[in-house]
């Protein structure tokens, strides 16, 4: 989607290795999160960002983190993938909530975990 | 691309019939709802929403309701297109943060 990009799209990794997905938006929005999609559970929130350096939980935080040092970037860190973490990662954004709308998401990143 | 889609109920209908896809929300007190649509290999795209001092809106195409009563939402496309083949997902907003809880999503597949 436009103004709002994950890297890698694709990654394979073992397990016990660090790994970080990178989202980069364009578009100046204060918040950020981060989800992942599995067979179905539909998107499930790891973590957000309201503001630089501003995090927290969502419902499935453990074996993750994330660092917001600046608007446009926030990354998810995982320290020592597992292979319950192969998925796949998206990435939104949005305004406040006053003015309506949704999230636009990025394209994902699909993790594998071996 | 990739599959998200195992275990999801699913809705088969005719090109040019109409499609309603149902969703039971689960927090009493959320107060926006959004209804996205996600194609394959790609991330969700935002469809409609509504506020729940509202029980109805139209989009293109697309009306959703919303029945506070019995918890539940419902997303009705006119003149289904095959275009509209992909899962959609319903969600609802709570807590501060303007996070969103998704539901598991259902599957619309539409017959040529």
């Known amino acids: 989607d436009a103004g709002i990009t994950q890297s890698p799209r694709h990654k394979v990794t073992e397990t016990g290795t660090p790994v970080t997905l990178r989202c980069h938006q364009t578009?100046?929005?204060?918040?950020m999160y981060w989800y992942r999609q599995d067979p179905g559970h539909g998107l499930r929130l790891i973590h957000y960002?309201?503001?630089?350096?501003?995090?927290d939980k969502g419902e499935v935080s453990d074996g993750y983190s994330v660092s917001r040092s600046k608007t446009e970037d926030f990354l998810l860190t995982l320290e020592s993938a597992t292979s319950s973490q192969t998925s796949v990662y998206f990435c939104?954004?949005?305004?406040?909530?006053?003015?309506?709308?949704?999230?636009?998401f990025g394209s994902g990143t699909r993790l594998t975990v071996v | 691309g990739e599959s998200v889609g195992l275990h999801l109920p699913t809705l088969s209908v005719q090109e040019g019939d109409n499609s309603i896809i149902n969703c039971a929300y689960s927090?009493?007190?959320?107060?926006?709802f959004i209804w996205y649509k996600q194609e394959s290999g790609k991330g969700p795209q935002f469809i409609i929403d509504?506020?729940?001092?509202?029980d109805k809106r139209q989009g293109q195409r697309v009306t959703v309701l919303l029945n506070k009563t019995v918890k539940h939402l419902s997303l009705q496309i006119a003149a289904t297109q095959p275009g509209d083949s992909a899962v959609y997902f319903c969600?609802?907003?709570?807590?501060?943060?303007?996070?969103?809880?998704f539901g598991a999503g259902t599957i619309l597949r539409v017959k040529s």
């Open positions: 939104a954004i949005s305004e406040s909530n006053r003015d309506g709308g949704g999230y636009t």
């Open positions: 578009e100046n929005h204060r918040y």
């Open positions: 960002s309201y503001g630089v350096k501003d995090t």
């Open positions: 927090n009493s007190a959320s107060d926006y």
């Open positions: 509504i506020r729940s001092n509202m």
């Open positions: 969600a609802e907003k709570m807590g501060y943060g303007n996070k969103l809880v």
